[in-house]
């Protein structure tokens, strides 16, 4: 079946970048998610990149596409100690009306003042 | 608010129990899922309605069982669960034909099998 693999986690310094990147096999993949989950919450959708798409920008959020190698990565500017939280990967696949959407294992990522 | 509720929050039920979650979207959407998510594996789909029909379903024991009466409303009966049932179950929606056909969670509902 399909694979979405992200690194476990990730550390850095308010005020730095943050990289987090995820890897996905389904080559037919037409749209790719970033969600955002903290403690005790449900995901809450940050951003979504098309396929056909190299690049996405908004305010902080930069998300990169390279659907050669298959490979996604979320870049948050300055690092604010409220986006610690751990950040999902996904993929979706179009069945019917719906979406199905394939996560990957989600990165926790935290923020040190 | 993400336009996706889901009662109850936190759910503590005995293995010979028969309880059931809720799930309200008020986006006017015409897809809703049920998604498991426990502490040892990535998020897992289990089961897709879209136009109140059933549309997945990725063999999910029978002790789950959904009801979808309506496109606003998603139920998920819960009858002799087993203490690994434990997990966070959340409910989304999406519009089918949308750009995107983005998925919206709701909080989720924290399930604990004793």
């Known amino acids: 079946g399909e694979d979405v693999e992200q690194s476990l986690f990730l550390s850095v310094r308010e005020g730095d970048s943050s990289v987090i990147n995820c890897t996905y096999t389904?080559?037919?993949?037409?749209?790719l998610y970033w969600y955002k989950q903290e403690p005790g919450a449900g995901l809450q959708l940050l951003t979504y990149?098309?396929?056909?798409?190299d690049m996405k920008q908004d305010q902080r959020l930069t998300v990169l596409l390279n659907k050669k190698d298959k490979h996604l990565s979320l870049r948050i500017a300055d690092t604010q100690t409220g986006d610690s939280a751990i950040y999902f990967c996904a993929e979706s696949s179009r069945i019917d009306a719906g979406n199905m959407l394939t996560f990957g294992g989600g990165t926790r990522l935290m923020v040190k003042p | 608010e993400t336009g996706v509720t889901q009662t109850p929050r936190h759910l503590v039920m005995g293995m010979t129990n028969k309880k059931s979650l809720k799930c309200e979207q008020h986006?006017?959407?015409?897809?809703m899922y049920w998604y498991k998510q426990s502490a040892k594996k990535p998020l897992e789909l289990m089961f897709v309605?879209?136009?109140?029909?059933?549309?997945e379903n990725n063999s999910v024991p029978s002790r789950f069982s959904p009801e979808c009466p309506n496109s606003s409303h998603l139920f998920l009966h819960l009858h002799t669960l087993q203490p690994e049932d434990s997990a966070l179950y959340l409910c989304a929606s999406s519009q089918g034909g949308g750009a995107g056909n983005t998925i919206y969670f709701g909080e989720g509902s924290w399930l604990t099998v004793v």
């Open positions: 389904d080559s037919s993949s037409t749209y």
């Open positions: 309605y879209s136009l109140e029909e059933r549309v």
């Open positions: 986006l006017g959407h015409n897809a």
């Open positions: 990149i098309f396929s056909n798409m």
